[in-house]
């Protein structure tokens, strides 16, 4: 008797992506020590021509800057076929405004300087943040190419991005009770730190997603930069999540990645 496999025809859609983790992208002093290392893990889709590039800004209330949070946006993206680099930043207390963000633009100058080592396209470059992460994406969009923050390493690179997506975070640190701001700001006037007193014409278009039961960071925050952003000119889309609360589970499902997948996409034309 002769017994029949089946027969699975397999249509390929998905690139195979390589994992490239502990990758130092800069090294910053801080009150505890001369030197920290600044590290990215990357996921990099195995395709022949340079990819678009989207820099993931991990929350974490100031005091934590945890690179392997959020895997499954992250692999969402790199399997449709962009480069992935999720960063850690300096937290406090040992840093203090502005050096987190100055870590962001660092990054951003660090994927352009080795575009071709990673197959990135050093002219379509994207973050992405959620809560805090979001709040220092947001930073880095407003303030997009005019040299504010740009310090440290690859200062011959420019940090301009092609557009921002700000997932739940800060906007008006007057209007937060997180426990760990005043260490951030260390004697800084919050407005100093309000990326909206940073807005000009050349800010970064920027999608902004809240849950309407976000009980860490309330939903005004994003609605305040979302109409700032408006008045001033710049491309901005927000999305209410009807009963998502702060990263809970709503924030995985398809509907979510797939808004942020097509603004990416929509800004690579």
Do not use: C
């Amino acid at each position: 008797m002769i017994y029949e496999s089946k027969i699975l025809n397999v249509t390929l859609r998905k690139p195979k992506i390589h994992f490239v983790p502990d990758v130092v992208y800069a090294q910053v002093p801080t009150f505890e020590k001369p030197i920290q290392l600044l590290q990215m893990d990357l996921l990099i889709p195995q395709v022949a021509k340079p990819l678009p590039a989207v820099i993931f800004v991990t929350g974490g209330a100031f005091i934590s800057a945890n690179r392997a949070r959020m895997p499954q946006l992250r692999m969402h993206l790199a399997e449709k076929n962009f480069v992935v680099a999720s960063i850690n930043y300096r937290t406090v207390p040992n840093s203090h405004f502005p050096q987190p963000i100055e870590d962001v633009k660092s990054a951003i100058r660090f994927l352009k300087a080795n575009a071709q080592k990673f197959n990135v396209d050093a002219e379509k470059i994207f973050l992405i943040g959620d809560s805090v992460g979001g709040y220092l994406t947001t930073l880095a969009a407003v303030t997009n190419d005019d040299k504010t923050f740009n310090v440290g390493d690859n200062l011959n690179f420019s940090d301009k991005i092609v557009a921002a997506v700000n997932l739940y975070g800060l906007s008006d640190l007057t209007q937060s009770d997180l426990p760990f701001i005043t260490f951030f700001l260390n004697g800084n006037s919050p407005a100093k730190a309000n990326p909206i007193n940073y807005l000009s014409k050349n800010s970064a278009p920027m999608l902004l997603m809240h849950g309407t039961a976000d009980n860490i960071v309330a939903p005004v925050h994003t609605d305040l930069l979302f109409q700032a952003l408006k008045s001033h000119g710049v491309e901005a889309e927000r999305y209410l999540i009807p009963n998502a609360n702060h990263a809970d589970n709503y924030w995985l499902q398809d509907e979510v990645l797939d808004v942020i997948t097509g603004f990416l996409s929509a800004h690579l034309i």
